[in-house]
Nanobody, 122 residues
Framework: VQLQAYGGGVVQGGGSLRLTCAASGRPFRNYALGWFRQAPEKGREFVASISLNGGATYYAESVEGRFTISRDNAKNTAFLQMNSLKPEDTAVYYC????????????????WGQGTLVTVSS
């Protein structure tokens, strides 16, 4: 499966952005999806993940209550709605896919899209 993430940009603190992950290739519904991010000079970290049918979602503690992950299998897309953004959310955001259950670690994901940059100003 090929993934493409987009929707990043520059936003003021407290604002919102919606990231989209578009998939092509193998059936999208066969993959759990995850969003990860990497800030400058830091490692890639888990943000959120969603199960095959969207019935289960998982969030990093730092984004719980502010971010929402969702997916539309009919349109081969996944989303990350980000509200109440903070400067510390500034990072390149990546979407990733894996077979089986949704997980929360980088090494569990086999397919990665290119990142999209989110910059939150204070």
């Amino acid at each position: 499966v090929q993934l493409q993430a987009y929707g990043g940009g520059v936003v003021q603190g407290g604002g919102s952005l919606r990231l989209t992950c578009a998939a092509s290739g193998r059936p999208f519904r066969n993959y759990a999806l995850g969003w990860f991010r990497q800030a400058p000079e830091k490692g890639r970290e888990f943000v959120a993940s969603i199960s095959l049918n969207g019935g289960a979602t998982y969030y990093a503690e730092s984004v719980e209550g502010r971010f929402t992950i969702s997916r539309d299998n009919a349109k081969n897309t996944a989303f990350l709605q980000m509200n109440s953004l903070k400067p510390e959310d500034t990072a390149v955001y990546y979407c990733a896919a894996k077979s089986g259950l949704a997980r929360t670690t980088v090494r569990d994901y086999d397919y990665w899209g290119q990142g999209t940059l989110v910059t939150v100003s204070s």
